[in-house]
Every structure is written in structure tokens, then in C-alpha cells.
């Protein structure tokens, strides 16, 4: 089956904790994305990916860090400068002549 | 003023019913548009693209007005199913593909 997987489902850890979000899609899509939803709030974009080995920051990109170096997989890095890094974590992917994204089933973070 | 917004509901109607959503954006060069479905606790997926004449997929019609930049999601013969958050998302002109949601509009039928 063809789609976007992501882990794991919920993650727990402590403030000052460097921690890695897991993305990896077999659609064959160039553009893969990173967002983040709180409650109440619309997806903002952390950061986006339209070719390997290249990506750029989205509207909220400080205390993340992410790498492209293979097509399928984009990694998301919430360091322990993000002030407030508990959310809901959603990765998505386009292919690259197209505006629609599909998203993959999200990673909970939890910070304390 | 947010670049995409819907009023944020609830909406709570009968099993049967239409509803509307309305939401405005303000990027009068925005590309193009969508609906995107959200359940509680689950990821957003792709209802359907709007598009400048109106289209319609099954009993959802989407309707995009360019000149007052309003889009429109009408839902007729409402399922309990129906029941979730209905995001509205534009996506500005250029290369890019990004995409700016709005806060999503919250939908409940009721038995």
C-alpha cells in the first residue's frame, strides 16, 4: 500500500531533550512538508523539502531542524531551543507539479 | 487580519440537513483551493479541489468566488459521518507548494 507513515504515534520527553520525528512516504513524491497543529489552531508550517539534499523553512521554523538526503524519508529534529515544542506533528507530501498534499497520521509530542 | 478564515462553529445539525461553510482569504493572488476533512485526533485529508466554475462530488458542491475571495463548501443530506473539522486551505501564487490552512470549521450531525 502506498502512503506516508510516521513515528511513533506518541512521544513523551523532557524539556532541554533533543528528540527526531520520523517521516517516510512510498507515494514517489518529490515536495515533502512538516507541520504543526495546536489545538484549536490551523497547521502552520515548519518546514519544506521540494528536492533532496535541498529544504527551507516554513513560518515557524526556529528550534527544528530537518535533512533530505533520501527521497522517501524527512526527518524532523525539535531541539531543545524550541520553546514550546508540545503539539501535534504532521508530515505531508506533493508530487511536484501538484498543490495537493497528503498527509501521514501525525506523532503527538509531548514535552514536560 | 488571518490569511485564511472560517468561522470556527460548531455546527451541530439534524442527520438530513445542508450546511454551509464560508471562509475568506486574503491573498487575492492565491492559486488555488481546497477542502480537507479532519476527524478528531487524525490527520487532514483531501476532500476536494475548488475550482473558479464550481464542482461537485456527490452531495458536497465547493464554490470559489475570485472577485470577493470567498470559498464555499455546501453538504447536503448530512451523514452522522459527515461529523469532523472542515479545513479550508489556499495555497498563494509561486512555485512553492505551500499551503496556509485555516482553523477548520467544526461540523456535528446529530441522530
Known amino acids: 500500500d502506498g502512503g506516508i507513515t510516521q513515528s511513533p504515534k506518541y512521544l513523551f520527553r523532557k524539556e532541554g531533550q533533543n528528540v527526531t520525528l520520523s517521516c517516510e512516504q512510498n507515494?514517489?513524491?518529490?515536495?515533502m512538508y512538516w507541520y504543526r497543529q495546536d489545538p484549536g489552531q490551523g497547521l502552520r508550517l515548519i518546514y519544506y523539502?521540494?528536492?533532496?539534499?535541498?529544504?527551507q523553512k516554513g513560518d515557524i521554523a526556529e528550534g527544528y531542524s530537518v535533512s533530505r538526503e533520501k527521497k522517501e524519508s524527512f526527518p524532523l529534529t525539535v531541539t531543545s531551543a524550541q520553546k514550546n515544542p508540545t503539539a501535534f506533528y504532521l508530515c505531508?507530501?506533493?508530487?511536484?507539479?501538484?498543490?495537493?498534499?497528503?498527509f501521514g497520521p501525525g506523532t503527538r509530542l509531548t514535552v514536560t | 487580519r488571518k490569511e485564511v478564515e472560517q468561522d470556527p462553529g460548531p455546527f451541530n445539525v439534524p442527520e438530513g440537513a445542508t450546511v454551509a461553510f464560508n471562509c475568506t482569504y486574503s491573498?487575492?493572488?492565491?492559486?488555488?483551493f481546497f477542502w480537507y476533512r479532519q476527524d478528531c485526533r487524525k490527520e487532514p485529508k483531501l476532500l476536494m479541489s475548488?475550482?473558479?466554475s464550481g464542482n461537485e462530488d456527490g452531495r458536497f458542491t465547493a464554490q470559489l468566488n475570485r472577485a470577493s475571495q470567498y470559498i464555499s463548501l455546501l453538504i447536503r443530506d448530512s451523514k452522522l459521518s459527515d461529523s469532523a473539522t472542515y479545513l479550508c486551505?489556499?495555497?498563494?501564487?509561486?512555485?512553492?507548494?505551500?499551503?496556509?490552512f485555516g482553523s477548520g470549521t467544526q461540523l456535528t450531525v446529530l441522530p
Open positions: 523539502s521540494q528536492i533532496v539534499n535541498d529544504f
Open positions: 475548488v475550482y473558479s
Open positions: 507515494l514517489n513524491h518529490d515536495a
Open positions: 486551505v489556499v495555497s498563494p501564487s509561486g512555485s512553492a507548494r505551500q499551503l496556509t
Open positions: 491573498n487575492s493572488a492565491s492559486q488555488s
Open positions: 505531508a507530501s506533493s508530487m511536484f507539479a501538484s498543490h495537493e498534499q497528503y
